[in-house]
Antibody
Framework: EVELVESGGGLVQPAGSLRLSCAAS????????MSWVRQAPGKGLEWISA????????DYADSVKGRFTISRDNSENTLYLQMNSLTAEDTAVYFC???????????WGKGTTVTVSS | DIQMTQSPSSLSAFVGDSVTITCRAS??????LAWFQQKPGRAPKSLIY???TLQDGVSSKFSGSGSGTDFTLTISSLQTEDVATYYC?????????FGGGTKVEIK
């Protein structure tokens, strides 16, 4: 069974940084595109970044471009999201999700909460 | 970016009713459309992909249809465990985009 487990969330001050991790198991990790999706309190879902299986293809939402960096370590089956210059608008639950062969997001982690506040 | 518009934003129905949620894309997305169910405090769960294909293990009470720009999700015989927010999402191109969600409640 495929499982994704996020970690690294917490309370951070405005302008601060945080690095999220997503540990994957039960799959050949390097075969799959992975995404980060977030959900602000009481709001809908917002896709923020994706990375190809080999790591050479990367996309970002405009809202995080230049501040967030997605990466992956296929030897460790782990996806990362480095978040810099955080603002209150980045407060959200952050989910990692796996893209299937059909290109839909078929498996999601439970999420990790990021709170940006002084 | 492709905009996804869901309607209604919320609905209330009786146990046993059939309910339909619509999703409209701002441009042709073929059938690259997924539906998710999200219960409070939980991660989204994939129900349907390719507009009408049920994920493994998902109840056949859920059905999807449509192509191009107009799509629907139907929940037959609504039960209390179906109370959730439902989202559509296009994956024809990045940035991936979601509809605003439809909150389904029981009368």
């Amino acid at each position: 069974e495929v499982e994704l487990v996020e970690s690294g969330g917490g309370l951070v001050q405005p302008a601060g940084s945080l690095r999220l991790s997503c540990a994957a198991s039960g799959l050949r990790f390097n075969n799959f595109v992975m995404s980060w999706v977030r959900q602000a309190p009481g709001k809908g879902l917002e896709w923020i970044s994706a990375i190809s299986g080999g790591g050479g293809g990367i996309d970002y939402a405009d809202s995080v471009k230049g501040r967030f960096t997605i990466s992956r370590d296929n030897s460790e089956n782990t996806l990362y999201l480095q978040m810099n210059s955080l603002t209150a608008e980045d407060t959200a639950v952050y989910f990692c999700a796996k893209e299937s062969w059909a290109r839909d997001l078929d498996v999601w982690g439970k999420g990790t909460t990021v709170t940006v506040s002084s | 970016d492709i905009q996804m518009t869901q309607s209604p934003s919320s609905l209330s129905a009786f146990v046993g009713d059939s309910v339909t949620i619509t999703c409209r894309a701002s441009q042709d997305i073929s059938n690259f459309l997924a539906w998710f169910q999200q219960k409070p405090g939980r991660a989204p769960k994939s129900l349907i992909y390719s507009a009408s294909t049920l994920q493994d293990g998902v109840s056949s009470k859920f059905s999807g249809s449509g192509s191009g720009t107009d799509f629907t999700l139907t929940i037959s015989s609504l039960q209390t465990e179906d109370v959730a927010t439902y989202y559509c999402q296009q994956y024809t191109s990045y940035p991936l985009t979601f509809g605003g969600g439809t909150k389904v409640e029981i009368k």
